[in-house]
């Protein structure tokens, strides 16, 4: 999403007096003082012959040929789309500018249910522990630690520290203090070295997810110099915390090389590099530090190379070579190695081990065998313990099996619900972490004994408006879709909202890349649901909700199931009573921007407005361009539509932007970030120019465009939720039909 500051109604007068002659000219209409005219794109027919193939865009021209560079720097873009692109801006701020008190109220209201002066849950590692905070005011968290009390591990030594006066937490970074004079500034991640004495922290300054890293001496305070530049959000300290490895990008934004330096300055050395371009990479360490991982894999495909811990600067070995279609992770127990796997044909994965020195698959024995149906997505690891993550039929549950085999489950039983398993800092405990929320339940934050099986609430999310959850009602309901598939959909209502087809309905979608879409608790939504609104998700294909195989049923050529889901959920809360057809806002983003097109496209009479955030729409051309950062890694998702002909016509046929036609469309609001790597600035921008002359419902068509921000929108937690609130006013506006006094 992208996020821009909320201005006065009487700002956005003024922004629309000044913008209107420009608005008109572009136009060739006189501007009515009642009825902002929308920006008319130029066109500058551009075919393109591709396998036999010929299509014709309008609109390319709105892709800066020096796009690269404006990523790094968005001030550099051409001319000609920055005025559009303003436009655009000004047109939509026009238009919903009524909206203007709706989004100052709903601003408030969240503001009012996060937690100003709030801490995370400390995590322990060894003589300390780490945690982040936020003060009254905060935009963005505090970096802290605090000296250890009690009886715990160090180096194999049990240590006891008690103290008479409670310690002083310590600083590592105020982000807010990185964030001053910057239109953008995220840190991504941070680290501290396993001996505790240096810091390190990954800064994007532009939203484009190129970042810098820093390296802090905690024991003077300082930033080191030269910090490293040019580097993805992944990095690590080597178990002897002498060494830095991190993730370089290339000039297109793709992971390519692994480097390593001295963890306080000096020559990087080259420590890998990745010669197919369509592979991500990152770096990290096996939960008992006895190695140096590098992760190398598509959606399809992975491969493992290790370095041992206690010789960092040795070359790195290939763990199981790559082979397409077989996927695995690996971590190390102690004593063998633990990898997660669909080898042999274990759809929803298994947990095998391998010798430590001997961890080729051949080696490879099942642990945990496989089971379809029930998908493990991941395993956290502890010295004597495993516990691993499960999902199924939407849900998710934590299974616990010590070093003998013996099993024990944490479960919730509730329809819907979220269980995620959080680990452990240190590898020498029996404690770990999980959360528990569902769509009306904040989430409550437990540290679990795995020997015991004893739990110890550690932080329930406080809501400062107050919020009870008895106030609202969950349901799982199960749409059945065309070919018998049954898509599970989540739904939260008040409880005082009527089951008749009368109350407005969200729908938020996603499906794509295997990522599930949880039954989570967020206080955001109460805006809608608190409204009179039911907000639904549908766990549609293209996701994992319901197993791999769930995500397997709706990729490359299959890709239609999820767009054919999310249609078969709508119809289903609209026969159940949950909603009606023309009183319905989609929701969804970046992929699940694609769903949107395509649904609007589709089945157009369903939606009383359609919203795609930062929306992967211009399918045929995004991916026919091997520059764009995710192109090559993303063809085992769609498909390769410049080799392969089938995949051409089968893209070409759901393409949401080459799809547009004269239809009566409903409202659409596109958001867009100018720095965005992922979903660049044009597939929105594009997406709207060629929706607004072929809607014949006259319903607007409404583009914002980030100037300053990449696919994540505005960096900062209170610009953020502005963001959310222009988009849930855009759902009201689009339901209470506000365009018709605009």
């Given at each position: 999403?992208?996020?821009?500051?909320?201005?006065?109604?009487?700002?956005?007068?003024?922004?629309?007096?000044?913008?209107?002659?420009?608005?008109?000219?572009?136009?060739?209409?006189?501007?009515?003082?009642?009825?902002?005219?929308?920006?008319?794109?130029?066109?500058?027919?551009?075919?393109?012959?591709?396998?036999?193939?010929?299509?014709?865009?309008?609109?390319?021209?709105?892709?800066?040929?020096?796009?690269?560079?404006?990523?790094?720097?968005?001030?550099?873009?051409?001319?000609?789309?920055?005025?559009?692109?303003?436009?655009?801006?000004?047109?939509?701020?026009?238009?919903?500018?009524?909206?203007?008190?709706?989004?100052?109220?709903?601003?408030?209201?969240?503001?009012?249910?996060?937690?100003?002066?709030?801490?995370?849950?400390?995590?322990?590692?060894?003589?300390?522990?780490?945690?982040?905070?936020?003060?009254?005011?905060?935009?963005?968290?505090?970096?802290?630690?605090?000296?250890?009390?009690?009886?715990?591990?160090?180096?194999?030594?049990?240590?006891?520290?008690?103290?008479?006066?409670?310690?002083?937490?310590?600083?590592?970074?105020?982000?807010?203090?990185?964030?001053?004079?910057?239109?953008?500034?995220?840190?991504?991640?941070?680290?501290?070295?396993?001996?505790?004495?240096?810091?390190?922290?990954?800064?994007?300054?532009?939203?484009?997810?190129?970042?810098?890293?820093?390296?802090?001496?905690?024991?003077?305070?300082?930033?080191?110099?030269?910090?490293?530049?040019?580097?993805?959000?992944?990095?690590?300290?080597?178990?002897?915390?002498?060494?830095?490895?991190?993730?370089?990008?290339?000039?297109?934004?793709?992971?390519?090389?692994?480097?390593?330096?001295?963890?306080?300055?000096?020559?990087?050395?080259?420590?890998?590099?990745?010669?197919?371009?369509?592979?991500?990479?990152?770096?990290?360490?096996?939960?008992?530090?006895?190695?140096?991982?590098?992760?190398?894999?598509?959606?399809?495909?992975?491969?493992?190379?290790?370095?041992?811990?206690?010789?960092?600067?040795?070359?790195?070995?290939?763990?199981?070579?790559?082979?397409?279609?077989?996927?695995?992770?690996?971590?190390?127990?102690?004593?063998?190695?633990?990898?997660?796997?669909?080898?042999?044909?274990?759809?929803?994965?298994?947990?095998?081990?391998?010798?430590?020195?001997?961890?080729?698959?051949?080696?490879?024995?099942?642990?945990?065998?496989?089971?379809?149906?029930?998908?493990?997505?991941?395993?956290?690891?502890?010295?004597?313990?495993?516990?691993?993550?499960?999902?199924?039929?939407?849900?998710?549950?934590?299974?616990?099996?010590?070093?003998?085999?013996?099993?024990?489950?944490?479960?919730?039983?509730?329809?819907?619900?979220?269980?995620?398993?959080?680990?452990?800092?240190?590898?020498?405990?029996?404690?770990?972490?999980?959360?528990?929320?569902?769509?009306?339940?904040?989430?409550?934050?437990?540290?679990?004994?795995?020997?015991?099986?004893?739990?110890?609430?550690?932080?329930?999310?406080?809501v400062p408006s107050g919020h009870d959850p008895a106030d609202y009602v969950v349901e799982r309901l199960n749409a059945p879709a065309a070919d018998g598939q049954l898509v599970p959909v989540t739904v939260l209502?008040?409880?005082?909202?009527?089951?008749?087809?009368?109350?407005?309905?969200?729908?938020?979608?996603?499906?794509?890349?295997?990522?599930?879409?949880?039954?989570?608790?967020?206080?955001?939504?109460?805006?809608?649901?608190?409204?009179?609104?039911?907000?639904?998700?549908?766990?549609?294909?293209?996701?994992?909700?319901?197993?791999?195989?769930?995500?397997?049923?709706?990729?490359?050529?299959?890709?239609?199931?999820?767009?054919?889901?999310?249609?078969?959920?709508?119809?289903?809360?609209?026969?159940?009573?949950?909603?009606?057809?023309?009183?319905?806002?989609?929701?969804?983003?970046?992929?699940?921007?694609?769903?949107?097109?395509?649904?609007?496209?589709?089945?157009?009479?369903?939606?009383?407005?359609?919203?795609?955030?930062?929306?992967?729409v211009d399918v045929i051309n995004t991916m026919s361009d091997t520059s764009l950062p995710l192109t090559p890694p993303e063809w085992p998702e769609w498909g390769n539509p410049i080799e392969d002909p089938e995949?051409?016509?089968?893209?070409?046929?759901?393409?949401?932007?080459?799809?547009?036609?004269?239809?009566?469309?409903?409202?659409?609001?596109?958001?867009?970030?100018?720095?965005?790597?992922?979903?660049?600035?044009?597939?929105?921008?594009?997406?709207?120019?060629?929706?607004?002359?072929?809607?014949?419902?006259?319903?607007?068509?409404?583009?914002?465009?980030?100037?300053?921000?990449?696919?994540?929108?505005?960096?900062?937690?209170?610009?953020?939720?502005?963001?959310?609130?222009?988009?849930?006013?855009?759902?009201?506006?689009?339901?209470?039909?506000?365009?018709?006094?605009?």
């Open positions: 999403m992208n996020r821009r500051d909320l201005i006065a109604t009487s700002a956005a007068a003024a922004a629309l007096a000044a913008a209107g002659p420009a608005l008109a000219r572009r136009s060739g209409a006189s501007m009515p003082k009642s009825a902002p005219v929308p920006p008319v794109a130029k066109k500058i027919p551009v075919t393109i012959e591709q396998l036999g193939r010929v299509r014709t865009d309008d609109y390319q021209w709105m892709k800066d040929d020096n796009w690269q560079a404006v990523l790094r720097d968005p001030t550099l873009i051409k001319a000609d789309v920055r005025q559009h692109l303003e436009e655009e801006n000004a047109y939509r701020e026009a238009m919903m500018a009524s909206t203007l008190p709706l989004q100052a109220t709903m601003f408030e209201e969240m503001k009012a249910r996060i937690k100003q002066d709030d801490s995370s849950v400390p995590r322990a590692d060894g003589p300390w522990e780490y945690y982040t905070e936020f003060k009254t005011g905060d935009q963005h968290p505090r970096y802290m630690r605090v000296e250890r009390q009690g009886s715990f591990i160090v180096d194999g030594q049990r240590v006891t520290k008690n103290f008479v006066v409670a310690p002083t937490p310590q600083l590592l970074l105020d982000a807010n203090v990185l964030a001053e004079g910057k239109a953008y500034s995220e840190v991504s991640a941070v680290s501290h070295s396993p001996d505790h004495s240096l810091f390190a922290y990954a800064e994007d300054a532009q939203g484009s997810e190129v970042h810098q890293i820093y390296v802090k001496d905690l024991a003077t305070g300082e930033v080191l110099p030269d910090p490293i530049g040019s580097a993805g959000g992944n990095f690590t300290f080597s178990p002897d915390s002498q060494w830095i490895f991190w993730t370089n990008r290339n000039e297109n934004g793709r992971p390519d090389k692994i480097f390593r330096r001295p963890a306080r300055g000096g020559e990087a050395t080259l420590v890998y590099e990745e010669t197919d371009e369509g592979m991500f990479m990152g770096v990290g360490t096996t939960s008992d530090n006895a190695f140096i991982i590098i992760s190398i894999g598509d959606q399809v495909t992975s491969e493992t190379r290790y370095i041992p811990g206690d010789t960092p600067t040795a070359e790195p070995r290939i763990l199981a070579p790559r082979v397409v279609d077989l996927k695995y992770d690996a971590d190390h127990w102690g004593d063998r190695w633990v990898i997660h796997t669909n080898a042999d044909e274990a759809i929803d994965f298994k947990v095998v081990t391998a010798p430590t020195g001997s961890p080729e698959k051949a080696n490879w024995t099942d642990l945990i065998p496989h089971t379809p149906g029930r998908y493990i997505e991941g395993v956290g690891l502890v010295k004597d313990f495993i516990a691993r993550q499960e999902r199924a039929e939407a849900n998710t549950r934590i299974v616990i099996r010590d070093r003998a085999g013996a099993e024990h489950e944490i479960a919730v039983d509730e329809p819907a619900y979220a269980l995620s398993l959080g680990g452990a800092s240190e590898f020498d405990t029996t404690v770990m972490r999980y959360g528990y929320n569902s769509p009306s339940t904040p989430t409550s934050t437990y540290d679990y004994d795995l020997a015991t099986r004893e739990r110890t609430l550690r932080k329930v999310q406080e209502r008040h409880k005082d909202t009527p089951v008749k087809g009368s109350a407005p309905l969200l729908l938020y979608g996603y499906g794509s890349y295997g990522i599930p879409m949880s039954a989570s608790f967020s206080t955001n939504r109460l805006s809608l649901v608190n409204r009179g609104w039911i907000y639904a998700i549908a766990h549609i294909r293209g996701g994992s909700d319901k197993g791999w195989g769930w995500f397997l049923g709706a990729r490359r050529m299959t890709k239609k199931n999820t767009f054919t889901d999310f249609i078969a959920a709508a119809e289903h809360l609209i026969a159940s009573g949950h909603g009606k057809a023309g009183h319905i806002v989609a929701h969804g983003g970046s992929a699940g921007g694609l769903l949107m097109g395509a649904v609007n496209n589709m089945r157009p009479d369903l939606w009383a407005g359609v919203i795609g955030d930062v929306p992967f995949a051409y016509d089968y893209m070409m046929s759901y393409s949401p932007y080459d799809q547009v036609g004269p239809k009566a469309y409903p409202a659409i609001l596109a958001t867009g970030g100018l720095s965005d790597p992922r979903v660049t600035y044009w597939e929105p921008q594009k997406w709207v120019a060629k929706l607004r002359p072929a809607t014949t419902s006259g319903k607007p068509v409404l583009l914002k465009i980030n100037m300053e921000a990449g696919h994540g929108g505005a960096s900062g937690r209170f610009d953020y939720l502005k963001e959310v609130a222009l988009v849930y006013a855009f759902a009201i506006w689009s339901i209470d039909k506000g365009w018709e006094t605009a």
